[in-house]
């Protein structure tokens, strides 16, 4: 069993910053892909972000250029680095972990983009 703690969310402007952390439970972190997905109110959750065991990523289109996803393996944390934040990205963001054929969800964390 992986487990999977969030921390970072909160209260920001547009055009503001936040950088969200995941750590994760397992002395194999290294092996595991790592993701961030988000939900707002009345929608689907969606990806934002991914991260490979090999440190390939991929994004959203709506978050291109502004988010970064990284790993730390020596700390079992992948990070969330959101830059030029809009209102639109107010939402839920759950971290995300799969390995050999299992996924594993943290508990969310909330992110605000408003004035």
């Known amino acids: 069993q992986v487990q999977l703690v969030e921390s970072g969310g909160g209260l920001v402007q547009p055009g503001g910053s936040l950088r969200l952390s995941c750590a994760a439970s397992?002395?194999?972190?290294?092996?595991?892909?790592m993701g961030w997905y988000r939900q707002a109110p009345g929608k689907q959750r969606e990806l934002v972000a991914a991260?490979?065991?090999?440190?390939?990523?991929n994004y959203a289109d709506s978050v291109k250029g502004r988010f970064t996803i990284s790993r730390g393996n020596a700390k079992n944390t992948v990070y969330l680095q959101m830059n030029s934040l809009k209102p639109e990205d107010t939402a839920v963001y759950y971290c995300?972990?799969?390995?050999?054929?299992?996924?594993?969800w943290g508990q969310g964390t909330q992110v605000t983009v408003s004035s």
């Open positions: 995300n972990a799969e390995y050999s054929a299992s996924i594993y």
């Open positions: 397992g002395s194999i972190f290294r092996f595991y892909a």
């Open positions: 991260i490979t065991s090999g440190g390939s990523t």
